[in-house]
Nanobody, 124 residues
Framework: QVHLVESGGGSVQAGGSLRLSCEAS????????MAWFRQAPGKERERVAF???????NYADSVKGRFTLSRGSTKTTLYLQMNNLKPDDTAMYYC??????????????????WGQGTQVTVSS
């Protein structure tokens, strides 16, 4: 079992920054692949970025160059630094963990464990 708790969401104006955190606890949490997803009202959930337990990072094209994903030294905390935020970034952001890389397919996203979500709102 892995328990995920997100924090750091909020409301900012376009061009601003936020840093999301996801604290993982439970069984061998440091050995899991972790990811951030987001879901805006009326839209499908999408993967924003993921990091493997070995440290490889991948970003969605929509956030490349603006968002930075990292893990803390103990690998149980996941961070998403979001810069130059845009109104299109407005969504509920979810942390996820899985022994495989969390993915989206056929309109659904799959991960063994999910956090409860943290809201990010970007105003123009």
């Amino acid at each position: 079992q892995v328990h995920l708790v997100e924090s750091g969401g909020g409301s900012v104006q376009a061009g601003g920054s936020l840093r999301l955190s996801c604290e993982a606890s439970g069984d061998t949490a440091s050995q899991w692949n972790m990811a951030w997803f987001r879901q805006a009202p009326g839209k499908e959930r999408e993967r924003v970025a993921f990091i493997t337990y070995t440290g490889d990072v991948n970003y969605a094209d929509s956030v490349k160059g603006r968002f930075t994903l990292s893990r803390g030294s103990t690998k149980t905390t996941l961070y998403l630094q979001m810069n130059n935020l845009k109104p299109d970034d407005t969504a509920m952001y979810y942390c996820a963990a899985d022994l495989r890389i969390p993915i989206c397919s056929g309109g659904k996203c799959f991960a063994a464990y999910w956090g409860q979500g943290t809201q990010v709102t970007v105003s123009s």
